[in-house]
C-alpha cells in the first residue's frame, strides 16, 4: 500500500505571495492532518480535516487555511507569506482520527523556504 | 492538559549496543496511546511503535521495544543492536482526544558511531 505523498517537496516563494501545497492519505484513510515543523517551535498542529470538513484547528492565523476533497486528498494554502512561515510542513493520514490508538503516518514533507 | 518531556537532547552509542530514549508524559485521560517516531535528516516521520494506556504487556517492533511504566508515567524507547542508520531524531508523541492532534515532546537527536 503506498504511503502518504506530499507535493511539492521544496519551494521557495518570496514575502506576500501564497502558497498551496497538496497531500495525498494512505488509501482508505479519511482523517488528514497538518503540523508546521520549525527549529524554534517544534511540531506545532495545523489542522485536521475529515469527510471533507475541517474537524479541528490549532493556533495559527487565518493567513493558514485548508480544504479536503472527496477522494480525501488535501490541500492546505498560507497566504500573504511571511519569513516565519519558512518551515517543514508535514501532513499525516489515519484512517477516522478521534481514537486514541489510532496512528498517524506522515507523508514526507514540503520545506518552505520564504525569501 | 496533556505534555510530552523528554530531557535527552542528544544520545551517542556505539554500533550494536543498546540505547534507552527517555519520555514522560502528563495527562488526565484513563485511556491514551503513546507513540514514538523516528525522523532522519530528510524530513519524514517515520512511526516506530505505540503502547496503549490498557496494554498489559510492553509493544516490541523488531530492534525497538517500549519500556512502559504507567504508574510513573514514563514510556521509554529502547533501541537494541543499534546501526548506523539509526542516527535521526526520536520523537515521542500522544494524541490529544480533544482537538485529535498529536503532541510532541521536543525530540532527542541520537548519532549512531562505528
Known amino acids: 500500500k503506498a504511503g502518504v505523498t506530499q507535493t511539492p517537496r521544496y519551494l521557495i516563494k518570496t514575502r506576500g505571495q501564497q502558497v498551496t501545497l497538496s497531500c495525498s492519505p494512505i488509501?482508505?484513510?479519511?482523517?488528514v492532518s497538518w503540523y508546521q515543523q520549525t527549529p524554534g517551535q517544534g511540531l506545532q498542529f495545523l489542522f485536521e480535516?475529515?469527510?471533507?470538513?475541517?474537524?479541528n484547528k490549532g493556533n495559527f492565523p487565518g493567513r493558514f487555511s485548508g480544504r479536503q476533497f472527496s477522494n480525501s486528498r488535501s490541500e492546505m494554502n498560507v497566504s500573504t507569506l511571511e519569513l516565519g512561515d519558512s518551515a517543514l510542513y508535514l501532513c499525516?493520514?489515519?484512517?477516522?482520527?478521534?481514537?486514541?490508538?489510532?496512528?498517524?503516518?506522515f507523508g514526507p514533507g514540503t520545506r518552505l523556504l520564504v525569501l | 492538559a496533556q505534555k510530552i518531556t523528554q530531557t535527552q537532547p542528544g544520545m551517542f552509542v556505539q554500533e550494536k549496543e543498546a540505547v534507552t530514549l527517555d519520555c514522560t508524559y502528563d495527562?488526565?485521560?484513563?485511556?491514551?496511546?503513546l507513540f514514538w517516531y523516528k525522523q532522519p535528516s530528510s524530513g519524514e516521520m517515520i512511526f516506530l511503535i505505540y503502547q496503549g494506556s490498557y496494554d498489559q504487556q510492553n509493544a516490541t517492533e523488531g530492534r525497538y521495544s517500549l519500556n512502559f511504566q504507567k504508574a510513573r508515567k514514563s514510556a521509554n524507547l529502547v533501541i537494541s543492536a543499534s546501526q548506523l542508520g539509526d542516527s535521526a531524531m526520536y520523537f515521542c508523541a500522544m494524541r490529544d482526544l480533544n482537538t485529535d492532534k498529536l503532541i510532541f515532546g521536543t525530540g532527542t537527536r541520537l548519532q549512531v558511531f562505528p
Open positions: 499525516a493520514s489515519s484512517l477516522v482520527g478521534g481514537r486514541p490508538e489510532e496512528t498517524q503516518y
Open positions: 488509501s482508505g484513510h479519511r482523517s
Open positions: 480535516y475529515f469527510s471533507e470538513t475541517q474537524r
Open positions: 495527562t488526565s485521560d484513563p485511556s491514551y496511546g
